[in-house]
């Protein structure tokens, strides 16, 4: 992203892009490093109004589930699905507004709500109501 800031050259913000989507989608990273890489292609993405930006938004909510799994007591949980994803779901939902993808940005609201209220065990797909 350095490289892009100082030369606005479309292929550093294609690679740095690239980058983050295949560390967000390395089965062999831990879930902690893999929504830290996620954070940071969503804020990147968006801060850019790059086109990846709903798909990194997308695969930080996704991974909230196995982020949260990691602690056993409710308290842990909790705690791991607030850290780090603050207005996450917010954000994201106001991405997919300016896209004008407004289905989405209920989807994205619901998942997230449905993830808080039930807990990691169950995820909310979107196909039917919870």
Known sequence: MLAYRHTQEPKFIENAM???R???TCRTASVSLRFTAARSWVRYADENSHKLAMDAYQAAIELLPRLAML???L???QR???SGSDGLA???AACAIRLCRYDKAVELLEESCYLFVTGP???YSGDSPP
Do not use: H, K
């Open 18 to 20: 690239a980058t983050y």
């Open 22 to 24: 295949d560390a967000v």
């Open 71 to 73: 602690g056993s007591a």
């Open 75 to 77: 308290q842990v949980r």
């Open 80 to 82: 791991a699905l607030t």
């Open 90 to 92: 917010r954000n994201a």
């Open 121 to 123: 065990a169950t995820s």
